[in-house]
């Protein structure tokens, strides 16, 4: 295990993502932060208490995911909290890794099931590369290259017991996957 970046890293990278949005915040419209279940959501939230959009929510993919036989006979579905129109709202969808692109379909599905949003953009924390689809995120924080070969796993509190970055050679366990 190769610890990519600390609490302290990881909190810059947050503030460094907030400062990079709020130049670039929707001029047309209102705007709201999108989390992707389940650790984009967590990330979500903390650039919502910094950017004060004008709505929050998050959106559970299970059901959306092209590999949902994959995963088990009894898939855990959790929430999607959307609770605002989303009819001419500009997103910004959050994630915690991006690698294939196809969680990323799936929540751009989730979100037009509840409307037709004026524009979705992406970000992420950390983008993988090994895509499948054509997805790119507008905004990321940390790129890296070559990381096909390992598993990439964010840690975010309250949903981990610690805020970290971590990378896994590709036989080890990851509880974060795209």
């Known amino acids: 295990m190769n610890v990519l970046a600390d609490e302290t890293k990881l909190a810059a990278m947050v503030n460094d993502l907030a400062a990079e949005v709020k130049q670039d915040l929707f001029p047309d419209g209102p705007w709201a932060i999108v989390g992707i279940r389940s650790r984009g959501d967590v990330l979500a939230k903390r650039l919502a208490d910094k950017l004060k959009?004008?709505?929050?929510?998050?959106?559970?993919?299970?059901?959306?995911?092209?590999?949902?036989?994959?995963?088990?006979?009894?898939?855990?579905?959790?929430?999607?909290?959307?609770?605002?129109?989303?009819?001419?709202?500009?997103?910004?969808?959050?994630?915690?890794?991006?690698?294939?692109?196809?969680?990323?379909?799936?929540?751009?599905?989730?979100?037009?099931?509840?409307?037709?949003?004026?524009?979705?953009?992406?970000?992420?924390?950390?983008?993988?590369?090994?895509?499948?689809?054509?997805?790119?995120?507008?905004?990321?924080?940390?790129?890296?290259?070559?990381?096909?070969?390992?598993q990439v796993e964010v840690r975010l509190q309250p949903t981990d017991p610690e805020d970290c970055i971590v990378i896994f050679p590709d036989t080890a366990k990851s509880t974060s996957k795209e």
């Open 53 to 150: 959009p004008d709505h929050a929510g998050s959106v559970d993919i299970t059901l959306y995911r092209d590999d949902l036989s994959e995963i088990g006979p009894q898939p855990v579905v959790r929430t999607t909290e959307i609770d605002f129109p989303v009819d001419g709202t500009n997103i910004l969808l959050v994630d915690d890794v991006l690698m294939t692109g196809r969680s990323v379909r799936a929540a751009i599905q989730s979100l037009i099931d509840f409307g037709r949003p004026r524009c979705i953009k992406l970000l992420v924390l950390c983008d993988r590369g090994g895509r499948e689809l054509p997805v790119q995120p507008d905004y990321v924080a940390l790129v890296l290259d070559e990381a096909d070969q390992q």
